[in-house]
């Protein structure tokens, strides 16, 4: 190597300007490129971490989810946001859509029945079919009030395959959607529709001959248990006890019962 080059080597290594180099400027220095930051902006970091499934945004895919989720629903609204997009049990493979509830609490009556059918699976609406037909005739016909009046949901969010009875681990996982829709609504007064709907209100398991026919008090509400629709569809002979069990919520309400006519 020349001494010249030598001399040049040097002074690059030193950090000494070279004569004859002009000393590059901020318009013609090369861009640095800086190390990736370890830290990022919150909402960066909010988007991409999957959110919880114990929390409302994803959907609930266990037990353990539906009951953290249906705690922490602030409305009614959310609660059915939550629900819509449930996966807690393999009813959500089979089903159409979810099926919330139908009405208003204005008359402080709620009625509970067992599941969705296929009716209600494909309008979203519970109790549309005959059973739906049914109640509807026994609560603006017999007590003589619109259905809109009052509240009507399920034990079960989503339809049973070929309308099979709910399974202990389906209800299980379910009820706390209807725990938390009785919570919003507040009705005084309950009306279980059949064995499935009657034994999660009261907590208990019996027959349905052992719970209705009287007025029982559970959480601060009345429960007046009753049989459901599609069983008088079979056994029509049991509508005039129906009848007595609707007799006993109306005189709860301060219903007055219509006259015969009227019916």
């Given amino acids: ?21 002009a000393r590059p400027t901020a318009a013609t220095r090369p861009p640095v490129r800086s190390e990736a930051r370890s830290e990022t902006r919150p909402e960066t970091q909010a988007e991409a971490q999957p959110a919880s499934a114990g929390f409302p945004g994803a959907p609930a895919r266990s037990a353990a989810d539906v009951r953290a989720q249906a705690r922490a629903a602030r409305s009614l609204a959310e609660l059915k946001a939550c629900v819509a997009r449930c996966e807690a049990c393999s009813l959500h493979k089979t089903r159409t859509q979810t099926v919330f509830e139908d009405g ?117 509400r009345k429960v007046v248990p009753t049989y459901h629709p599609a ?14 069990d609707i007799q006993l919520a109306m005189g709860i309400l301060g219903i007055p019962v219509p006259p015969p006519a009227a019916r």
Avoid at 5 to 16: D, F, S, T
Avoid at 162 to 183: F, G, H, M, V, Y
Avoid at 189 to 204: D, F, N
Avoid at 231 to 244: H, M
Wanted: glycine fraction near 10%; include cysteine; aromatic fraction near 4%.
């Fill in 1 to 21: 190597m020349s001494g010249a080059k030598q001399h040049l080597k040097r002074a690059q290594a030193k950090g000494r300007r070279i004569p004859g180099r």
């Fill in 231 to 244: 069983y008088l569809l079979r056994s029509p002979g049991e509508k005039k006890e129906c009848w007595k």
């Fill in 104 to 220: 208003t609490a204005q008359r402080r009556l709620m009625f509970v029945g067992e599941a969705p059918g296929a009716d209600e699976d494909r309008t979203g609406v519970p109790f549309v079919g005959r059973a739906g037909q049914l109640l509807t005739d026994i609560i603006t016909k017999g007590m003589g009030i619109a259905r809109e009046e009052v509240l009507i949901a399920n034990v079960l969010k989503c339809r049973p395959p070929e309308n099979r009875e709910p399974s202990p681990e389906e209800k299980a996982i379910c009820t706390p959607w209807l725990d938390r829709q009785i919570e919003f609504h507040d009705p005084l007064v309950l009306i279980p529709l059949g064995r499935h709907a009657s034994m999660h209100i009261l907590k208990v398991e019996a027959a349905m001959g052992e719970m209705r026919t009287r007025i029982h008090d559970s959480g601060g």
